[in-house]
């Protein structure tokens, strides 16, 4: 599989994933694969309620850690996802979301280097 097509199928199934866990999807998914990494944006991801509370410092931070935790409960499925997609072991996972624009960013570490492999 070229790499584009890994990308691809990566956000198909990430948005999956989000859908199913969470209930609802972003409005947008790009994977690119860099070295060792898989690295995930995800935009329009808060909903209208979110945007309107994290006008406030409290309501911001309340959105992060709840937004964080929801993912972190799903950590071992994300993880399953990506080492069926990409055949490699994921060594660590690294998330933040970003409140001012609804946009997640998530970042898988494999275990060997996964651009070099696709692109032999």
């Given at each position: 599989m070229k790499?584009?097509?890994l990308e691809a199928e990566i956000s198909r199934a990430l948005t999956q994933w989000e859908k199913d866990f969470l209930g609802r999807g972003s409005v947008t998914v790009k994977t690119?694969?860099?070295?060792d990494m898989v690295i995930v944006?995800?935009?329009g991801i808060l909903t209208p309620a979110e945007y309107k509370l994290s006008e406030t410092l409290e309501g911001l931070l309340s959105i992060?850690?709840?937004r964080g935790n929801l993912v972190e409960v799903g950590r071992d499925k994300l993880g399953g996802?990506?080492?069926e997609q990409t055949g490699e072991e994921v060594i660590s996972?690294?998330?933040d979301?970003?409140?001012r624009n609804g946009e997640r960013v998530m970042i898988f570490k494999?275990?060997?280097?996964?651009?070099?492999?696709?692109m032999l």
């Open positions: 790499k584009g097509q690119d694969i860099l070295r944006v995800l935009k992060k850690k709840i996802i990506i080492t996972f690294h998330t979301i970003s409140t494999l275990t060997s280097d996964l651009e070099k492999k696709i």
